[in-house]
């Protein structure tokens, strides 16, 4: 299996810019997490879902944020506008049963606004 | 509520000392706790897992113990080696809440 994809791996931006950011879980997992890392905050679930229904967005920081997950192979992560803050790395992470089993993470995507 | 409190890093030690990165959390509910480890430029990856109290997870080489009356779930291994230098996240699973994550303790190993 091929893992948790998420594309781009790295995104540099204007502040003001829309920035989507892409994910495709491992293929049979019901369950998708949204996470941003930085270093002041560690590591923070934005949003999750479950049969590609949102469950929990209590994370999403404000209204810039937004997600979607449109198929079981598809998700993703949309900040428009960008700003500097939302400088981070950002994983997408899939698991099989709830978010108490196993997470796989993807790579992560950096993102940098300038 | 729900959390984790993970010891400050960075920690660095020599190869083949011994290793302790303490890890508590919140009593409500009866969790699960987990340890992942995030190498350089990776995602986490799932390192030991326990589900109730005395058990013990291990994996690698490192090893930790749920305990209920400390609640505590501390990371250890006897050797460590440079090839364990990574990030360890302690985390908890309480229910229906999503995963609590601590905040990370960042371990270099050196020759």
């Known amino acids: 299996d091929a893992g948790v994809i998420q594309s781009p791996r790295h995104e540099v931006t204007e502040m003001g810019q829309e920035v989507t950011l892409r994910c495709k879980p491992i293929s049979g997992h019901d369950y998708l997490f949204w996470y941003r890392q930085t270093m002041m905050r560690g590591l923070e679930l934005l949003i999750y879902?479950?049969?590609?229904?949102?469950?929990?967005d209590s994370g999403m920081p404000e209204d810039r944020f937004s997600a979607k997950m449109p198929n079981a192979s598809f998700s993703t992560l949309k900040i428009q506008p960008s700003e500097p803050r939302d400088s981070a790395v950002y994983f997408c992470?899939?698991?099989?049963?709830?978010?108490?089993?196993?997470?796989?993470f993807g790579p992560g995507t950096r993102l940098t606004v300038t | 509520g729900n959390s984790v409190t993970q010891m400050e890093g960075p920690v660095t030690l020599s190869e083949e000392a011994f290793l302790t990165i303490n890890c508590t959390y919140t009593a409500t509910g009866y969790p699960s706790l987990f340890w992942y480890v995030q190498y350089p430029g990776e995602g986490l990856q799932l390192l030991l897992k326990a589900t109730k109290a005395d058990d013990k997870g291990s994996n690698k080489g490192f090893e930790a113990t749920y305990r209920k009356e400390t609640t505590s779930f501390h990371l250890e291994k006897g050797s460590v080696q440079v090839s364990d230098s990574a990030v360890y996240f302690c985390a908890r699973y309480s229910g229906n809440t999503p995963l609590v994550f601590g905040k990370g303790t960042r371990l270099s190993v050196i020759a």
């Open positions: 992470a899939s698991s099989l049963g709830g978010p108490g089993y196993e997470q796989y």
């Open positions: 879902f479950n049969n590609n229904v949102p469950i929990d």
